[in-house]
């Protein structure tokens, strides 16, 4: 079994910045992916970043040139530098793991940018 802990989160002014960190133990088999989701109240959970086993990366528009998602494979961590963030960025953000033996979550951290 995978287990994932996200870290890092709390609260921010607008054009604050954060870096979460998705620590990674357990048994760990062949990661395909390493993904950050968020999910705001009320609202669909949604795919913020995601960065693959040969380190391409991809971004939600939302995330474009704010965010950056980066990994440290010896130490099974993977991180999302969050720059410039906005009130709407506020949500709960979770970590997933693309596995070989299929999906993992983290239990999330909250992330709260208000003035």
């Known amino acids: 079994q995978v287990q994932l802990v996200e870290s890092g989160g709390g609260s921010v002014q607008p054009g604050g910045s954060l870096r979460l960190s998705c620590a990674a133990s357990?048994?760990?088999?062949?990661?395909?992916?390493m993904k950050w989701y968020r999910q705001a109240s009320g609202k669909e959970r949604e795919l913020v970043a995601t960065?693959?086993?040969?380190?391409?990366?991809n971004y939600a528009d939302s995330a474009k040139g704010r965010f950056t998602i980066s990994r440290d494979n010896a130490k099974n961590l993977v991180y999302l530098q969050m720059n410039s963030l906005k009130p709407e960025d506020t949500a709960v953000y979770y970590c997933?793991?693309?596995?070989?033996?299929?999906?993992?979550w983290g239990q999330g951290t909250q992330v709260t940018v208000s003035s």
């Open positions: 357990g048994i760990i088999p062949r990661i395909h992916a």
């Open positions: 960065i693959t086993s040969g380190g391409n990366t």
């Open positions: 997933k793991a693309d596995t070989s033996w299929g999906f993992y």
